[in-house]
């Protein structure tokens, strides 16, 4: 078969045509990402304690229990019941410590620091300073810089550990350190050129802090173990001088 001159010039643009078409198509396929190979990141451990900050300082308020294990003998502060604000920090409650080497159940209020405390055979509630009774301010453990809030934003190396469920709630462990001096700060006692060991247990999807262990040198040379345990965010608390 026999073709003439102009056939072959008219379609020859047309299969150029297509061809650049066809190259132009497959450079801007491979630019477009790819739907099933898009990944998402995974929140770390740190940003589970920054989420948990946020939690807790928005409350504004909680409830706090606080424990002490394996103390020696030396230890005042074995334990703390009570509830607390975060503006201004405040605490309400018990603190149960040893009083001239006795064991006693004090009721404490601590606001404008001042302490407020009902000694075992006190007729009412005495005004005092933490550093008077050589005691930690309780209304510190409140405080959105300084606290256990400020623990959080602290902690070094901090890792997910394993992850438990209590009752309704599951709970994700976040382990790390922190430094002595704010251990010190916080709670009175404890080296402050060591590191001490904490494990957070954070309840999944809202993220509040349930408890605290803090482990370390507290009575140095042995080490013990303070914990804390929070709840009843955001519940309604007034603490006011009595």
């Known amino acids: 078969m026999r073709i003439n001159r102009h056939t072959r010039r008219s379609a020859l643009p047309l299969a150029l045509a297509a061809v650049t078409a066809l190259t132009l198509s497959a450079c801007s396929g491979s630019d477009e990402p790819d739907g099933d190979a898009a990944t998402t990141t995974e929140a770390t451990a740190a940003d589970r304690l920054a989420e948990a900050h946020a939690t807790l300082t928005e409350a504004g308020s909680v409830h706090l229990e606080l424990e002490g294990v394996d103390l020696p003998d030396s230890a005042i502060i074995l334990k703390a019941v009570g509830a607390g604000t975060m503006d201004p920090p405040a605490f309400d409650g018990t603190i149960t410590a040893k009083v001239a080497g006795v064991q006693a159940d004090v009721p404490t209020i601590a606001v404008d620091d001042t302490l407020y405390v009902k000694l075992p055979f006190s007729p009412g509630f005495v005004a005092t300073s933490p550093e008077d009774l050589n005691v930690p301010d309780p209304a510190r453990l409140f ?32 382990t790390g350190t922190v430094p002595g001096q704010a251990v010190n700060d916080l709670l009175g006692v404890g080296d402050p050129a060591a590191d001490f060991t904490v494990e957070y247990g954070l309840i999944e999807d809202s993220w509040e802090v349930r408890t605290v262990q803090i482990t370390g040198p507290f009575y140095p040379p042995d080490d013990a173990t303070y914990v804390l345990t929070l709840d009843e965010y955001g519940e309604p608390v007034t603490v006011t001088a009595p």
Request: proline share 3%; net charge negative.
């Open 143 to 174: 405080d959105v810089d300084d606290g256990l809030a400020g623990l959080l934003l602290i902690t070094e190396s901090p890792a997910f550990g394993e992850q438990t469920r209590v009752g309704a709630e599951v709970t994700q462990e976040v």
